[in-house]
């Protein structure tokens, strides 16, 4: 049995840079690991001899020492027994050896036993790309199993990086611990990373190539920082709706077309409002569209007869082949709360009463998706009793209730009994707010669309149809003042302001 060296559990610092690199050499090497050891660090990885040679003046903390052949096709992380000889002469506690299942000068199994046999106490990291050679290694015993060649080899270049799911796969497997390596950029990563039960996580250029960092920060402020406008479409059954905003989401353009009557004539309008509005300083593009979307893609996952043949179209494909813009696609409904949110900073329910019930919810600031964005079709909730045959294809959905269509068809067949009528419909609406309230937990209320036509006397109702449901109902209850823009100008403004920081 060997007794190497141990790391404690922790962040392992990896102080590298190439030639061509501005912090290039050993000195600047030493000091970006002196930083990492006063600031926490539990070892260090380091390039080359010399650069171990350097640091070792310069801490205590154990170094991972590691050559790098670059002119080899196959393994080229510590490859010979002389690389080994040398990082160890210089002060490494360890050795990282490429262990992938690729071509090398000199078989692992006899690095491996020089190691053993000639250095008492010098620990091994076993550098592997995938699961397989995890499970070749464990063979050889090493010391520590590293993730760090997951994504450089051939056979690995489409695991996701950083590759989370390698360590729960290596940990299933072995005893060894596991060391997570290889494109850790941010902090949460390397959380993730000890959650999924690595023994310690490295990070190199995230925290010592100043280059990358100031990268990281220019592509986040690039878009932004020089005047930019927006461009936001909302697409109904009746009409498209386009609007331009520039930075201070002031409105520069707009305007109102009919919705054309194919698919065909339906697209070639969309580009035809877009070439008319986009211009060299249009960075941005959302489209709110009627029917369901799935907001990672951007595809129409369900559409009415009004958009015919809707369903399957790619639009943030379409969109950004086009114009090479980041396109933000979602619901009309979610976008046109977020239109209200803007104006109240609250989190809502946004509700929308036309030929349906629309509804879109904002949590924490943001347009609550759910996994597809389908989240908010509050209007497919079953009401009691009711039995009524919806578009969706279900039976008793609320909005075959709430809906405007119905509203109206009601007060004018029954022109003698409109106080019961409201009552009968601000009780259902009150309800359906509670339903939606007991799963989300908003703050206020919006209801626009038709209703507000009615007046402020059906508003006071409906609050006072939710009071009477319960006591711990609080929560007002507006009518909405966003406007038949709020679609347009949500997506227009929702595509720059919750902008995704970029892995
Ligand atoms: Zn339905």
Known sequence: MHSSKKLKRGLIVSCQAEKNE??????????????????????????????????????????????????????????????????????????????????????????????????????????????????????????????????????????????????????????????????????????????????????????????????????????????????????????????????????????????????????????ELTDKYIDKNTKFLGIATAGRVNVKNGEIIFASKNLPDWIGMKLKEVFEKKYSLDVNVSNDANFAAYSQYLQTKKDLLYITVGTGIGSGIIIDGKICNGVNGNSGEIGHIIYPMNNNPCTCGKNGCIETLLSGKNLWKNLEENTEQKDKIFDDYSEKMAWLIDVVKNTIDFEEVYIGGVLPRYGEFLINLINEKYRNLSEINKENIFYSNVGELAGAYGAAVYSFEKWEEEL
């Open 22 to 271: 501005p912090l290039y050499g050993s000195e600047n090497m030493a000091l970006l690991a002196y930083a990492a050891e006063i600031s926490g660090a539990i070892g260090i990885r380091a390039l080359t001899a010399k650069d171990v040679y350097e640091i070792r003046k310069k801490v205590s903390l154990p170094i991972i020492g590691i050559t790098k052949d670059r002119k080899s096709n196959g393994a080229f992380i510590t490859i010979r027994k002389k690389d080994i000889d040398e990082l160890v002469n210089a002060g490494a506690d360890f050795v990282a050896i490429d262990c992938t299942d690729r071509e090398r000068p000199e078989p692992l199994k006899e690095l491996f036993e020089h190691i053993r046999n000639t250095y008492e106490g010098l620990g091994i990291v076993a550098d592997i790309s995938n699961l397989k050679e995890a499970k070749e290694v464990v063979k050889l015993n090493p010391d520590y199993i590293s993730t760090t060649l997951s994504g450089y080899t051939s056979y690995t270049k489409n695991r996701d990086k950083p590759d989370l799911n390698l360590i729960s796969e290596i940990v299933k497997i072995t005893n060894i611990p596991v060391i997570a390596e290889g494109n850790y950029v941010y902090p949460k990563q390397a959380r993730q990373a000890i959650l999924n039960g690595a023994y310690s996580v490295v990070v190199g250029g995230a925290i010592t190539r100043p280059q990358q960092i100031t990268d990281r920060f220019n592509r986040a402020i690039r878009n932004v920082l020089n005047d930019f406008n927006s461009i936001g479409i909302d697409l109904g059954g009746t009409h498209i709706r386009i609007i331009k905003l520039n930075s201070k989401k002031e409105i520069l353009d707009k305007e109102i077309v009919k919705t054309p009557e194919t698919k065909e004539l339906i697209l070639k309008k969309l580009f």
